[in-house]
């Protein structure tokens, strides 16, 4: 079963020399109280340099994430943000199961008002793919930008 948060009486993986988790199963996601949990606004993650394996061929996808989301009690801590994407970068799975299971796990630990990912992945084969997923209810009057991603396309 997949390590979601820490007992309180573990320290955060923040600020100590943290390995590389060997996948995102074995991965653990640090959450923070939200020092503004009255207010609706969004924090936003953008991954750029996200990798991860076909499932099929081993051969390397790579991908830009977005990731915004809408607090409640809780906030993601960032470093453990950052290697709980990094394990995959050994980890054979579609676009589709990485994307979708990134923001089901983020849902799962953080229970946020509000969440969405999407996966900008790099074309292979001739063919880029985009994978978004959400869950929740955008409170009203929260702003949300665009993700900023273009569409893919070619030298044309």
């Not at 109280?33 to 609706?40: F, I």
Request: with cysteine; hydrophobic share 35%; glycine share 8%.
């Amino acid at each position: 079963m997949p390590r979601t948060t820490r007992p309180r009486s573990h320290p955060l993986q923040l600020g100590t020399p943290t390995a590389l988790p060997d996948s995102p199963a074995t991965a653990t996601l640090d959450r923070v109280p939200n020092p503004h949990p009255d207010t609706p606004y969004v924090a936003r993650f953008t991954f750029p340099e996200f990798t991860s394996l076909c499932p099929v061929t081993g051969q390397p996808d790579f991908a830009t994430l977005v990731i915004d989301y809408v607090p409640k009690a809780f906030l993601v801590e960032s470093k453990s943000l950052k290697l709980y994407l990094n394990s995959f970068r050994n980890h054979g799975s579609f676009h589709e199961d990485c994307t979708v299971a990134i923001g089901k796990r983020l849902v799962s630990v953080l229970k946020p008002r509000w969440l969405r990912i999407g996966g900008y992945f790099y074309p292979r084969g001739g063919m880029p793919i985009d994978v978004f997923f959400q869950a929740g209810k955008l409170p009203a009057g929260v702003w949300v930008p665009d993700q900023g991603v273009p569409t893919y396309r070619g030298r044309g």
